[in-house]
């Protein structure tokens, strides 16, 4: 059964703020204990009271306290730590003064077949609240990716922006793999008692679908509950680019340009210039998902485990050492080719793209200790001497000079426009 995850964009949002901004020193530390709101939702009688939380309606104390579990450690990681806006605070108000409340989750059984669990808000209290099918209660990845829209609605300036909605499963997907399993969660899973989990990551979609769209909306096709790591990545900044880094949250939110319909990309690429170009960011994304070299022991481990079943069949050959991209398999909007290279000679490797619109190629060579180097190959040419026991691997994002106004729900054509490239390899075939 699909599982879906469902949020609802509003309409007809009120008010945009004024807001001078509030310095930290100028706001009380939020209370220990949220206090209710009855109003949030549908409400109800049976009731069991958190810190930050209340639930309704759960079938049993033990189920309520094991639903709540994950999502305080959540709060704990994201609010506490990384300094996400509250969900216990209105959007329709800048202030982190306060009040602050309880989110309200909801056991319901009124979900539809295919629905585990959404998301609902009350625009008029600026407030969302749980509604979480009996089955999935005390399932940690399903309640925590409900969490990470409350949180983006409490972040606000995401709300009713049409090409930001399909990145909302993207970002919820982050939270809960985040929460699971990253590093980044360890002391606030370890604080709260709680145990890591299992990775979300599908290394079968997000690399042997890496030509989709960077996020694709498209239905039954598309990649945007998998092209979470792409959060992985811009969080752990192992490249070190000013502007990435924990800070992207909430910067990606509160650095939205008001009511534009920018995409996040847009918001990126504000936040690494001048020193760092977003076409260089995403370029270097998909050369690090070669190898998945994020400092992310859990997607390693899945990578090293369904690395066999990744179809890398992306180029055919033509004559002279030259290959031409498949058409079907052609990196898309901020998409990309990841293509594993075996040596053939003494490791003297040239490589020389060629395409007729902007991209960015890398050559991602993993040693045998795991440490990987990256060969940026400028205008698609250059090279680099592998050594016996190195892993070699080819990657070309179609990085467009110039960012689209795309909403993954409804592709353009440019969104979905395939770079047509040819390449030429010395020293190397394809595996
Ligand atoms: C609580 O409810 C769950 C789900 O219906 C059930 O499996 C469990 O046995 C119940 N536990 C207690 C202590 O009643
Ligand atoms: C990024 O910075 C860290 C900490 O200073 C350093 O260890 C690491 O080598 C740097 N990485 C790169 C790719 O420059």
Same mark, same amino acid.
């Given at each position: 059964?699909?599982?879906?995850? /469902?949020? !609802?964009?509003? +309409?007809?949002?009120?008010?945009?703020?004024?807001?001078?901004?509030?310095?930290?020193?100028?706001?009380?530390? #939020? #209370?220990?204990?949220?206090?209710?709101?009855? /109003?949030?939702?549908?409400?109800? %009688?049976?009731?069991?009271?958190?810190?930050? $939380?209340?639930?309704?309606?759960?079938?049993?104390?033990?189920?309520?306290?094991?639903?709540?579990?994950?999502?305080?450690?959540?709060?704990?990681?994201?609010?506490?730590?990384?300094?996400?806006?509250?969900?216990?605070?209105?959007?329709?108000? @800048?202030?982190?003064?306060?009040?602050?409340?309880?989110?309200?989750?909801?056991?319901?059984?009124?979900?539809?077949?295919?629905? /585990?669990?959404?998301?609902?808000?009350?625009?008029?209290?600026?407030?969302?609240?749980?509604?979480?099918? +009996?089955?999935?209660?005390?399932?940690?990845?399903?309640?925590?990716?409900?969490?990470?829209?409350?949180?983006?609605?409490?972040?606000?300036?995401? *709300?009713?922006?049409?090409?930001?909605?399909?990145?909302?499963?993207?970002?919820?997907?982050?939270?809960?793999?985040?929460?699971?399993?990253?590093?980044?969660?360890?002391?606030?899973?370890?604080?709260?008692?709680?145990?890591?989990?299992?990775?979300? $990551?599908?290394?079968?979609?997000?690399?042997?679908?890496?030509?989709?769209?960077?996020?694709?909306?498209?239905?039954?096709?598309?990649?945007?509950? @998998?092209?979470?790591?792409?959060?992985?990545?811009?969080?752990?900044?192992?490249?070190?680019?000013?502007?990435?880094?924990?800070?992207?949250?909430?910067?990606?939110?509160?650095?939205?340009?008001?009511?534009?319909?920018? !995409?996040?990309?847009?918001?990126?690429?504000?936040?690494?210039?001048?020193?760092?170009?977003?076409?260089?960011?995403?370029?270097?994304?998909?050369?690090?998902?070669?190898?998945?070299?994020?400092?992310?022991?859990?997607?390693?481990?899945?990578?090293?485990?369904?690395?066999?079943?990744?179809?890398?069949?992306?180029?055919?050959?033509?004559? =002279?050492?030259?290959?031409?991209?498949? %058409?079907?398999?052609?990196?898309?909007?901020? =998409?990309?080719?990841?293509? #594993?290279?075996?040596?053939?000679?003494?490791? /003297?490797? *040239?490589?020389?793209?060629?395409?007729?619109?902007?991209?960015?190629?890398?050559?991602?060579?993993?040693?045998?200790?795991?440490?990987?180097?990256?060969?940026?190959?400028?205008?698609?040419?250059?090279?680099? !001497?592998?050594? +016996?026991?190195? @892993?070699?691997?080819?990657?070309?994002?179609?990085?467009?000079?110039?960012?689209?106004?795309?909403?993954?729900?409804?592709? +353009?054509?440019?969104?979905?426009? =395939?770079?047509?490239?040819?390449?030429?390899?010395?020293?190397?075939?394809?595996?």
């Amino acid at each position: 059964m699909q599982r879906l995850l /469902a949020i !609802t964009l509003t +309409s007809g949002l009120a008010a945009s703020a004024t807001a001078a901004a509030l310095t930290p020193a100028a706001v009380a530390a #939020p #209370p220990d204990n949220f206090q209710a709101n009855t /109003a949030v939702g549908p409400g109800g %009688s049976k009731y069991k009271d958190y810190p930050h $939380f209340r639930v309704y309606n759960a079938q049993n104390d033990t189920v309520a306290d094991n639903c709540v579990r994950p999502l305080e450690a959540a709060y704990q990681c994201f609010v506490v730590d990384l300094h996400w806006r509250s969900p216990g605070l209105s959007y329709n108000s @800048e202030s982190e003064a306060g009040p602050y409340y309880k989110l309200n989750i909801y056991r319901t059984d009124n979900l539809g077949a295919n629905t /585990a669990a959404n998301t609902g808000l009350d625009t008029r209290a600026g407030l969302a609240f749980l509604n979480v099918g +009996s089955p999935y209660m005390t399932d940690p990845g399903t309640v925590v990716h409900e969490f990470g829209h409350a949180m983006t609605y409490a972040a606000h300036w995401w *709300i009713d922006q049409t090409r930001t909605g399909a990145w909302w499963e993207t970002i919820a997907n982050w939270v809960a793999d985040t929460y699971l399993t990253d590093p980044v969660c360890e002391s606030a899973r370890k604080r709260t008692n709680v145990a890591s989990g299992n990775t979300i $990551f599908q290394p079968k979609k997000v690399i042997g679908d890496s030509y989709l769209p960077i996020v694709d909306g498209s239905r039954g096709t598309g990649n945007y509950y @998998e092209a979470w790591p792409f959060f992985t990545f811009l969080v752990h900044n192992l490249d070190n680019y000013t502007g990435l880094g924990i800070d992207i949250f909430p910067n990606i939110w509160t650095k939205y340009k008001r009511n534009s319909d920018e !995409t996040p990309l847009h918001v990126l690429e504000r936040l690494v210039a001048p020193s760092t170009r977003i076409q260089t960011v995403v370029g270097r994304y998909w050369a690090r998902m070669a190898h998945v070299d994020l400092a992310h022991p859990k997607m390693q481990a899945a990578f090293q485990s369904q690395r066999r079943n990744i179809n890398y069949a992306n180029l055919d050959t033509l004559s =002279g050492g030259n290959y031409r991209v498949k %058409s079907a398999r052609a990196p898309r909007y901020m =998409g990309a080719n990841i293509i #594993p290279l075996k040596v053939t000679g003494s490791g /003297a490797v *040239i490589v020389t793209v060629k395409a007729s619109s902007g991209f960015t190629a890398t050559l991602a060579i993993k040693a045998a200790n795991g440490q990987v180097r990256y060969i940026d190959l400028p205008k698609g040419a250059g090279g680099a !001497t592998i050594a +016996s026991g190195e @892993e070699t691997t080819l990657v070309v994002a179609n990085t467009p000079d110039q960012l689209l106004l795309f909403d993954p729900f409804k592709l +353009s054509a440019e969104a979905t426009k =395939g770079l047509d490239y040819q390449v030429q390899l010395t020293g190397v075939t394809p595996v």
